[in-house]
């Protein structure tokens, strides 16, 4: 099986790993979306490493998903909303029990990637790392984190595991991947949605903290319905928690929308109401906080699926 680690999505996270894996002499091979995207990356002659006061340039071979060459190991980094139809572009070329490493936000997108690769390992990945693109291809380091990855179907460590330890990228193998994810999701519903309606930093929450805890004990008894009894283990305290710590940080979702993109909602809010009826659970607090989102979005003309 090859070694080559192709990455797909040259955002903040994929752009991370992938800069960490090229200087640990790992192979690397970005996926870019098409030829225009190609050029763009070529003419600039690599990815930018911005860590502490030190710039780093790494001139990591690309090609689009038509490129030649099966792939054997791939780290989706886009969003979530774009992981199954990338997954459906590049399935011709997925070697058979190639492995899938997915760094989506929210869930539900893991599953839309499985149908779409049936003969993948899809291995789950949940990420506190933080990063952001200063400009194309030029990512900045921002504050250290860690990722847990897991399968739920398959409990072994993948052989190229120890990759990660050597290129510097903090990691753990989660035999409770599921858990992991539930309660990132929890704490996303909590707060990013917030972020947008009320125009602000997570640290602004700390003046609707009512609203909060509101949502947590609706979020609370969905993670428990939804056989998530540990994700929702003083769920209200962490997320405070998480305003406190990150109170100068804008969320992923405020990002979005001030850049005019296409949110994540469906695979956050969306997911959580559409498994709380699936449970015949009541979330009225939930179901009216994505209401509200989506009217702000359709009245910023973004979508709101």
Request: charged share 20%.
């Amino acid at each position: 099986m090859s070694s080559t680690w192709h990455i797909l999505g040259a955002g903040s996270l994929g752009s991370l790993w992938a800069c960490r894996l090229a200087r640990a002499g790992k192979a690397v091979r970005l996926v870019l979306r098409d030829e225009q995207r190609l050029a763009a990356y070529e003419a600039e002659g690599g990815l930018t490493l911005i860590e502490q006061h030190q710039t780093t340039q790494f001139a990591i071979p690309a090609q689009t998903c038509e490129g030649e060459g099966p792939i054997h190991r791939l780290l989706l980094a886009c969003k979530a909303y774009d992981a199954a139809p990338a997954i459906a572009r590049l399935a011709p070329r997925l070697a058979e029990g190639a492995e899938l490493v997915l760094l989506q936000n929210g869930l539900g997108s893991q599953d839309e990637v499985a149908e779409q690769a049936p003969h993948a390992r899809c291995i789950f990945a949940s990420s506190t790392e933080g990063a952001f693109r200063e400009r194309d291809w030029q990512v900045r380091f921002a504050g250290q984190g860690f990722n847990w990855l897991g399968d739920p179907g398959n409990p072994g460590v993948p052989e190229w595991f120890g990759d990660l330890s050597e290129a510097g990228i903090p990691a753990e193998w989660s035999l409770d991947i599921l858990t992991r994810l539930w309660r990132k999701l929890a704490l996303n519903c909590a707060i990013n949605p917030l972020t947008v309606l009320y125009d602000c930093q997570n640290g602004g929450l700390l003046g609707h903290l009512p609203e909060v805890d509101e949502l947590c004990v609706e979020l609370s008894t969905l993670l428990r319905s939804a056989g998530q009894a540990q994700a929702a283990e003083n769920l209200a305290e962490d997320v405070q928690r998480v305003i406190v710590a990150t109170a100068a940080n804008y969320s992923s979702m405020y990002q979005d929308v001030r850049a005019g993109r296409r949110t994540e909602l469906h695979y956050l809010l969306g997911h959580a109401c559409n498994v709380a009826a699936r449970h015949g659970q009541a979330t009225p607090g939930l179901e009216h906080l994505r209401q509200r989102l989506v009217d702000n979005l359709q009245a910023r003309n973004l979508p709101s699926d």
